[in-house]
């Protein structure tokens, strides 16, 4: 059976995304739009950079994606539905200036932007916040690679001469004033269109991608700003496709929407898990979805400010097993850093940095401040091995320490620009980055790398008051 996947692209730099299923927050009075979802069936993904400790080949279960990406009309429905993703009402967080400015107006997209056209201009956030909003989630870069590897007439399209034609024309080409109708690209072989020539999408971890100015293998690089081993070199050098898209996403950051960032579109896809029940298991139900979250969306109770990092409804869940809010910390100057408990190297020297940090705090500053450390091991670092290091750290309780899940990570990592990657021997490849937040919850200070840059942080905490 065919199957397929997209990825839009604007050379001129337009980035698109995919997205796969997750819990549906979408209520009965939207109007939630219905794509045709096509299988990619199980296979293996090569990698393009990994260290000597990672995998040659990474395996990937079948799941399913939208045949085409996601088009104006079908985003004007999600920000009719969800007005905080209008373009005059996002947080400036969640989405930079150029969100959705191709736009005419916030609920009419306009002559620039027909509505059969891929939506572009729209950040990582709100990609992420569509998906859920439709029942899906963005896929994996091992996922979308998977996919967007398959030629015309094969499963690997490494040797499709016609592909290799299509693409680099597409590459070489200038973006066009107006985009072409989603879906109107010749099929791949699992039946997905416009994954090549016509725009770039957003991957749920593309901030995995660690190259110019945090990789490994980077000679130049200050090694101090970045947690991992050492790199092996890269595989398959003659895909330059795929480096140019590893490249791409190494130089973003989540709310990035314009010109100066790629802007993005998007496409839909469903996970492995869902995907597997439904070929193995045709008519089963899918088990109950958990509870409903609105992904990166603010918590309208609380009336956050605009630059507060606790709009986000991320749950984690402290060392002694309660649940815990990011908002819970708003009144109070804080330091936050995201580790993991069994790191060898740059964590505990992070946490050191902390504690060397608070000694310079003004007396009344340093009482009412807290120091934060969420831990991107969400296998291991439950909250009791979490207290457990507590203990051996001896931290008292001005220290917070909590675990979440997959999505609360990535979406904090990712607002903090913070990068990540797991390893195969379950280490953690990450940056190494202590953030200040004033009271409101808003960044007054980022230290990057291992040396120095305390004074700068007291003075910003203490600039921001208790």
């Known amino acids: 059976m065919p199957h397929r996947l997209r990825a839009r692209a604007l050379w001129g730099w337009r980035l698109g995304c995919a997205i796969l299923l997750g819990t549906r927050v979408a209520t009965a009075t939207d109007v939630v739009p219905a794509v045709p979802m096509v299988r990619i069936p199980a296979g293996v993904y090569v990698p393009l950079t990994r260290t000597a400790k990672d995998p040659a080949a990474v395996a990937v279960a079948a799941f399913l994606l939208d045949e085409r990406p996601v088009t104006n009309a079908e985003f004007l429905a999600f920000v009719t539905a969800r007005p905080n993703w209008r373009r005059t009402q996002v947080s400036p967080l969640f989405a930079d200036a150029s969100f959705l400015e191709n736009w005419t107006d916030e609920l009419a997209p306009g002559p620039r932007a027909p509505l059969a056209a891929p939506v572009v201009r729209v950040s990582w956030f709100a990609a992420r916040a569509y998906a859920h909003w439709v029942g899906k989630r963005l896929p994996a870069t091992a996922e979308w690679e998977l996919a967007a590897g398959a030629g015309y007439t094969g499963p690997d399209g490494r040797n499709d001469a016609q592909l290799n034609h299509d693409l680099y024309a597409w590459l070489a080409r200038p973006v066009p004033a107006l985009l072409a109708a989603a879906g109107g690209g010749r099929p791949n072989f699992h039946g997905a269109r416009d994954l090549h020539g016509l725009v770039w999408e957003w991957v749920d971890d593309f901030n995995t991608a660690m190259v110019t100015g945090e990789s490994r293998a980077d000679n130049g690089l200050e090694r101090d700003l970045f947690c991992g081993a050492g790199a092996a070199g890269a595989q398959a050098t003659g895909n330059y496709a795929a480096f140019m898209r590893l490249a791409l996403r190494s130089s973003l950051q989540a709310n990035n929407t314009g010109p100066a960032r790629p802007p993005a579109a998007m496409k839909l896809i469903l996970p492995g898990r869902l995907a597997a029940l439904i070929a193995l298991t045709v008519g089963a139900a899918p088990a109950a979805p958990a509870a409903p979250r609105a992904c990166c969306a603010p918590q309208e109770t609380a009336a956050f400010s605009r630059n507060s990092i606790y709009q986000l409804d991320a749950r984690f869940t402290d060392d002694a097993g309660r649940p815990f809010a990011l908002g819970a910390l708003r009144g109070r100057p804080v330091v936050l850093s ?26 009344a500053v340093r009482a009412q401040a807290r120091f934060v450390l969420v831990s991107f091991d969400v296998a291991r670092d439950t909250p009791s091995a979490l207290a457990r290091y507590r203990a051996q750290r001896q931290l008292d309780g001005q220290w917070i320490l909590l675990h979440g899940d997959n999505e609360a990570v990535r979406e904090l990592a990712a607002l903090l620009g913070v990068k990540y990657q797991q390893e195969a021997d379950g280490a953690f490849s990450h940056s190494n980055l202590l953030t200040c937040l004033n009271p409101e919850g808003a960044v007054s200070h980022q230290r990057r790398g291992l040396r120095g840059g305390l004074d700068a942080a007291a003075a910003a905490l203490a600039a921001a008051g208790p």
């Open 338 to 363: 995201l580790f993991f408990a069994s790191c060898g190297y740059a964590c505990p020297l992070l946490v050191t940095d902390m504690q060397a940090l608070r000694e310079r705090l003004p007396a």
